[in-house]
């Protein structure tokens, strides 16, 4: 196409092109494309305000969001699908748009494959996840997820797409919030659904790191961390990294650790099966011998240490901080096992038997901010 068969066609594709993209079907269950649009401005804002955007970023944000799909509508998309995105940067351009605008309205297609460029911006990314998290909840929500080899609307590529944004611009953001905003767009939340769209992207996480640490020992410790609450990719993936790392240089340490949390858990879950009312709260007050007393201060120290995580965003510090976490989780292990040498958990004496239960279950849950060992 020549520069002046662009320039006569710019601008009538980007004035009132909200109007044109309300009669471009994106798909016949989930409505046209400037609804899409309208529910991508829902997903976009939520991660803006997450992201602390600048004024002029949400500025440069909310215009390419609004124009990014209008090249959709030219005759050289229509002929060349493959061009979508690029002929919108170039129209964008051509009617004076700033450079970061035109370079989200090209990058929001990225990546295209699971191996393809990442968006190069922030803008693009929020877009770029914005588009593909609205595709695969709408996708879900109306038809289901895709079942076997059949994934007609690719919403596998689409979940690892999302995964590897979040992790290469390190967007700490918890998985249900965004699909909890992503379904109100479409005016359905339902926790059940919402459960099984975040399990569906974590299925993909597992993948993609049992395709990067491709020791089959390895995917138990993978299994272990997916199996807790977490639900923030960037600390799934910083906990498995640590998880390994200290199970390949120190396989043996690991092991014990293994054990002796395994035995701790165990008891516990007995101990709730069989209708004991377990709390975090400990009654120290009965708990007065040298190896209770230093799980309790440990377990105060590591508790300290856990209150500290909310200050803490990227990948590299996530891995610092679980490296960290599991040092202290190591040393805490000669503590538990002289505990269980030198006590009953299960005594008669009830209040007792109580405040150890909860002593144990508190050791539990700090395990758990890293991985649950009974899956291990």
Not at 32 to 42: G, L, Y
Not at 236 to 259: D, P, R, T, Y
Not at 323 to 340: G, M, R, Y
Request: charged content about 25%.
């Amino acid at each position: 196409i020549s520069v002046t068969g662009v320039q006569t066609c710019a601008l009538p594709i980007f004035n009132n092109f909200m109007n044109k993209l309300e009669n471009l079907i994106f798909e016949k269950d989930l409505g046209s494309v400037a609804q899409k649009i309208t529910r991508m401005q829902k997903i976009a804002s939520f991660l803006a305000l997450a992201l602390k955007l600048s004024n002029d970023e949400e500025k440069d944000l909310i215009r390419a969001l609004n124009l990014c799909k209008a090249d959709l509508l030219s005759g050289v998309v229509g002929e060349f699908p493959e061009l979508q995105g690029i002929m919108g940067a170039i129209y964008a351009n051509l009617q004076g748009e700033n450079s970061y605008v035109c370079q989200a309205i090209e990058q929001h297609y990225w990546p295209q494959s699971a191996t393809d460029k990442l968006p190069a911006t922030l803008i693009g990314s929020v877009i770029s996840l914005a588009d593909k998290l609205d595709t695969l909840v709408g996708i879900i929500y109306k038809k289901g997820k895709p079942s076997g080899n059949k994934d007609p609307f690719a919403l596998r590529r689409c979940a690892i797409a999302i995964i590897r944004i979040i992790l290469d611009k390190n967007i700490n953001i918890s998985l249900a919030k965004l699909i909890k905003v992503s379904l109100e767009s479409y005016e359905q939340y339902d926790q059940n659904l919402s459960d099984d769209i975040e399990n569906f992207i974590k299925q993909r996480a597992r993948g993609i790191l049992v395709e990067q640490y491709s020791d089959a020992g390895f995917t138990s410790c993978i299994d272990g961390v997916l199996a807790t609450k977490e639900n923030e990719l960037i600390k799934i993936f910083a906990k498995v990294n640590s998880l390994l790392n200290f199970k390949k240089h120190h396989n043996e340490s690991f092991v014990n650790v293994l054990q002796t949390f395994k035995r701790a858990s165990n008891i516990v879950k007995k101990a709730k099966t069989d209708g004991l009312n377990i709390s975090t709260k400990i009654d120290s007050s009965l708990l007065k011998s040298a190896e209770e007393r230093t799980l309790i201060n440990q377990i105060s120290l590591i508790n300290e240490i856990l209150n500290k995580q909310e200050l803490i965003s990227s990948l590299g510090e996530n891995k610092n901080f679980y490296d960290n976490l599991l040092q202290k989780i190591v040393a805490i292990t000669p503590s538990l096992e002289a505990f269980f040498l030198a006590h009953m958990v299960m005594v008669d004496d009830l209040d007792l038997k109580i405040a150890r239960l909860s002593m144990l279950y508190n050791i539990q849950l700090i395990s758990e901010n890293l991985a649950d060992f009974t899956h291990i």
